[in-house]
């Protein structure tokens, strides 16, 4: 906290240019004359507007998890809802705190066309209603829900337990974090329009989701009859609720023009590989690929189809998918590939087709061949356990119930293993914090590095993590006394791209197979005005750090040793032979 204080004051000295001017004076009323330009901005920008109360979901349909909220509708626009901003702060707070961070809190001041929103540690977001822009001092800060970690907390654990009792993991006080710049988002400059009337300030309910709620994973849909708030992107819970409502035949003009403004500014703000798509903005982006015409077109359909093209044939980058059609469509997409998504999909086919003639009937999680023990998932998971009390064993298909088990049989008593192997070959990512729990246990001491172009903040986070389960946290707790390897193919993807990069990047840990399948954005869950979900390659980056400089992992991790077929991955013997050849003494 004293951190944050004392960064709080420097900026303020440095004059900061978004508050000093609005803030410094505590004012509870404006200067007569003030007052005047207020009341004439007022009435020049009059809107009708009307209000609708109608129920909220928060994550999903349970009674507790039920409330109202006020929608409000403009200037005869009866399909593109505003909140106030009030009502943006209580709803972040009510998800916010319900995901485990009870402390979060907002406070909100106005002045004028003005209103700023301040995190209990007190960095802020500024909406200015009169330019309409929302600023932020620090956008990071600003949405880390946890001050006592690192900048962007990829972990996630906070590692004590409510009886501060130590547990899994240890963060480390090497961890290094650089902040970022202020920034300025404009969505006037994209016709989406704030304002401010009669003492409330409005913004359309889709720019609260994009700008705030979408950080911290999750975003709203509205179907004409309820508002749902979508927690990591997950529909499930809602879609009987939120499909059974009367499908509009088109959309209106006003609809589609905002619906299409709306993506092209959050996709702006927001989507992390502009820079290696050559993308200068949207908006040109889908003109020159032919997308902007459907994407405005009235038909649902059509612009939900554009909108899935956009994602699996023209982004193609394998985080970024169309999810959930909207309501308003009355059936699913054609899913269109593009040149990367179709060798995905061939080089998921070919894998697992190799896998599954040497294992018909599953292959285990862990396996132990000759001297060799193979640990193999598909996907990293947390399903919140805690082993301390549960055993290991009995919750093999959670990543970290798996390492603990894996670890107990490889260092057991008489044990015969001497080579470990992760085999991340078909493993497509999944949860970061157990990402980093299977880092700990090959490396001791492991290290995840994360950018966000958007803000230019920098963090490497370093961690520990408890194998043995004895609340302590030291050389007892990995696997460096034995010779270890990461078998990656391509499709190692995301966090089964990050885990042998980092691996690798150790020189500690032997690469084999074949070129892992990249994937160095966060995965960032994303909904349309008109009721679409879908997701994109976020704008927090993961990286490795070399000589000081951080470098994004997109392009994947190359071998040290080759395997030219997908068979030689999972004829265990064979490899394990291979393996003990490398190792000649």
């Given amino acids: 906290m004293k951190r944050l204080k004392g960064r709080i004051a420097a900026l303020l000295l440095a004059g900061s240019l978004l508050f000093t001017p609005v803030y410094c004076q505590a004012e509870t009323e404006p200067p007569e004359a003030a007052a005047t330009e207020i009341a004439a901005l007022e009435t020049a920008a009059a809107h009708e507007i009307e209000r609708k109360t109608t129920t909220i979901y928060y994550g999903d349909m349970e009674a507790e998890h039920r409330g109202e909220?006020?929608?409000?509708?403009?200037?005869?626009?009866?399909?593109?809802?505003y909140i106030s901003v009030e009502t943006a702060r209580d709803v972040l707070i009510r998800m916010v705190r319900e995901m485990g961070a009870p402390n979060y809190d907002l406070t909100m001041e106005t002045k004028g066309e003005r209103v700023m929103l301040s995190r209990e540690t007190y960095y802020p977001v500024v909406f200015d209603c009169q330019e309409d822009t929302i600023a932020f001092w620090d956008y990071d800060a600003f949405m880390n829900q946890n001050p006592k970690a690192t900048l962007m907390d990829l972990v996630g654990f906070s590692g004590?337990?409510?009886?501060?009792?130590?547990?899994l993991f240890q963060r480390s006080d090497t961890s290094f974090e650089r902040y970022g710049e202020a920034i300025t988002f404009r969505p006037g400059d994209y016709g989406i329009d704030m304002f401010w009337q009669e003492g409330t300030h409005y913004?359309?309910?889709?720019l609260f989701s994009d700008i705030l709620l979408a950080q911290n994973a999750m975003n709203t849909l509205y179907n004409g009859e309820a508002v749902f708030v979508l927690v990591d992107g997950n529909l499930k819970p809602f879609e009987e609720t939120y499909y059974n409502v009367p499908q509009p035949a088109r959309r209106s003009e006003t609809l589609a023009a905002f619906n299409y403004n709306e993506l092209c500014f959050a996709l702006d703000a927001l989507y992390g590989l502009k820079e290696q798509h050559t993308i200068k903005n949207f908006d040109m982006m889908f003109l020159q690929a032919g997308l902007k015409e459907p994407l405005l077109s009235p038909d649902p359909q059509v612009?939900?189809?554009?909108?899935?093209?956009?994602?699996?044939?023209?982004?193609?980058?394998?985080?970024?998918?169309?999810?959930?059609?909207?309501?308003?469509?009355?059936?699913?997409?054609?899913?269109?590939?593009?040149?990367?998504?179709?060798?995905?999909?061939?080089?998921?086919?070919?894998?697992?087709?190799?896998?599954?003639?040497?294992y018909p009937d599953g292959i285990p999680g862990y396996e132990e061949v000759g001297n060799t023990a193979y640990i193999t998932f598909d996907s990293f998971t947390v399903?919140?356990?805690?082993?301390?009390?549960?055993?290991?064993e009995d919750h093999l298909t959670d990543t970290m119930g798996l390492m603990i088990h894996a670890f107990?049989?490889?260092?057991?008593?008489?044990?015969?293993?001497?080579?470990?192997?992760?085999?991340?070959?078909?493993?497509?990512?999944?949860?970061?914090?157990?990402?980093?729990?299977?880092?700990?246990?090959?490396?001791?001491?492991?290290?995840?590095?994360?950018t966000n172009p958007l803000t230019g903040a920098l963090v490497t986070q370093n961690f520990k993590t408890d194998l043995n389960l004895n609340r302590q946290f030291d050389e007892r707790d990995n696997l460096l006394n034995y010779n270890l390897f990461c078998l990656t193919s391509p499709n190692s993807f995301s966090c089964g791209n990050l885990v042998p990069s980092?691996?690798?990047?150790?020189?500690?840990?032997?690469?084999?197979?074949q070129t892992s399948g990249g994937g160095a954005c966060v995965v960032q869950n994303m909904t349309t005005a008109d009721g679409c979900v879908f997701t994109i390659s976020g704008p927090y980056r993961l990286a490795y750090t070399k000589n000081g400089s951080f470098y994004d992992i997109d392009k994947g991790v190359t071998p040290d040793f080759v395997l030219p077929t997908p068979d030689q991955f999972y004829n265990r013997k064979h490899l394990t032979k291979y393996i003990n050849g490398l190792l000649w003494k």
């Fill in 69 to 81: 909220i006020d929608l409000f509708f403009v200037d005869g626009a009866t399909d593109v809802p």
């Fill in 160 to 167: 004590f337990n409510e009886k501060g009792e130590a547990e």
């Fill in 203 to 206: 913004l359309p309910l889709q």
């Fill in 303 to 358: 612009a939900g189809q554009a909108l899935c093209d956009l994602t699996f044939m023209h982004l193609d980058d394998l985080h970024s998918a169309f999810a959930h059609r909207s309501y308003r469509m009355k059936e699913k997409p054609q899913r269109r590939y593009g040149t990367s998504c179709r060798q995905s999909l061939a080089d998921m086919e070919r894998y697992a087709t190799a896998r599954k003639k040497r």
């Fill in 383 to 392: 399903e919140g356990v805690d082993y301390y009390t549960e055993k290991a």
């Fill in 408 to 450: 107990s049989r490889i260092t057991r008593k008489d044990s015969p293993i001497e080579n470990v192997v992760l085999d991340l070959s078909n493993n497509g990512g999944g949860a970061a914090p157990a990402a980093a729990y299977t880092i700990g246990m090959f490396l001791g001491e492991g290290s995840i590095s994360l």
């Fill in 502 to 513: 980092v691996l690798k990047n150790s020189h500690r840990v032997t690469i084999l197979g």
